[in-house]
Nanobody, 124 residues
């Protein structure tokens, strides 16, 4: 059974930082691309960042470039999202997802497995 479990969300002031983690079990983590998505209240889910199986190829939404960093530790079966210079508009539920291919993908509908989400609230 494939499981993705996010952690690290919380309340932070604007300009602050958080690091989200997503622990994956039930398959060979190092073979697959991973992504982070978010959904704010009343809005559609949007792509945030993605990483290839090797970790050498990355993709970011324009809204987070230069502030967020996606990384992975294949020995720990974990993907991370380091979020710096947080803004109130970053407030959302954040979800990690896994795609059954080695490349990184930007489209959420290509992902095969999803976590339950972790809430991030940025106060002004």
């Amino acid at each position: 059974q494939v499981q993705l479990v996010e952690s690290g969300g919380g309340l932070v002031q604007a300009g602050g930082s958080l690091r989200l983690s997503c622990a994956v079990s039930g398959l060979t983590f190092s073979s697959y691309g991973m992504g982070w998505f978010r959904q704010a209240p009343g809005k559609e889910r949007e792509f945030v960042a993605s990483i290839s199986a090797s970790g050498r190829s990355l993709g970011y939404a324009d809204s987070v470039k230069g502030r967020f960093t996606i990384s992975r530790d294949n020995a720990k079966n974990t993907v991370y999202l380091q979020m710096n210079s947080l803004k109130p508009e970053d407030t959302a539920d954040y979800y990690c997802a896994l795609v059954l291919r080695s490349w990184y993908e930007l489209a959420g509908n290509l992902y095969d497995y999803w976590g339950q989400g972790t809430q991030v609230t940025v106060s002004s």
